[in-house]
């Protein structure tokens, strides 16, 4: 009677593409937690190649790998917070190995904010070595751009670039995945475009940036500065110069 429920609740859970619930779905219960491979003689039920698996990075809830549907409102457009990050393939035993960098390095740190820290995490990691070791997938990293990530396998011209059209795009074609996530997860270069008040994840389209401070205006200044007027004289010569007054009859002098 006990399997008999488990079977019913994996086949309902199964029914639903938005996210793969491993634990639950196409894994026995006890398989795996945060991508922890089963033991041989476990049956496991792989997807088809060639659909679309997302693996989130995060020390929240949204840890995990979701099938076909990448998480709403994840690490959009100028997203300026190290964690989440999402990591797009399609190949399935890559990533389980990605997944089990939520428990392998990402539950061991405790501030993602700091960055020589986390980047010395990564680069001791052997498992972050590991992952797309076999170089037959180009690695594209987008960390500002419509969907961020990494994204191993995909062609650039049908798949990658749309994405990259967005203002102020940041993005690079990385050998390892070692690399594209030391440069990932190094958001210095986005700052520039965002402020405490501004929202971590900006919509892809729109008013991606924040306004520019106001300026203070000329009238609001206790001694504002006189207007500059420019004028263009031609010589005898025919040679042109220009000359800077203050007010019009200075011009007209000059």
Known sequence: MVLALVFHRSSLDCLTPHRLAIARCCLPSTAMAHGTAPSPNQPQSVPPSGRHIYVVLS???DAGIYLDARPSNTALGLHADVLPLVVVTTDWQEALKVDRLNKELIDGVDDP???EDFQQRIRQSALVKMIFASGQG???ALKVAEETGIYYGY???TYIQPLTKFK???HKRTKTFEEA???MVDKRSVERYTSPTSPAILPPFGSAYPPSPARTPTAALSHPPPPRIFC?????????SRCRASSFSDMVQA
């Open 138 to 140: 180009r690695i594209h």
């Open 155 to 157: 062609d650039w011209e």
């Open 181 to 183: 996530l030391l440069w």
């Open 113 to 115: 904010n700091n960055l």
């Open 232 to 240: 263009l004289l031609t010589g005898s010569s025919h040679r042109r």
């Open 168 to 170: 102020g795009k940041l």
């Open 59 to 61: 020390k929240g809830k």
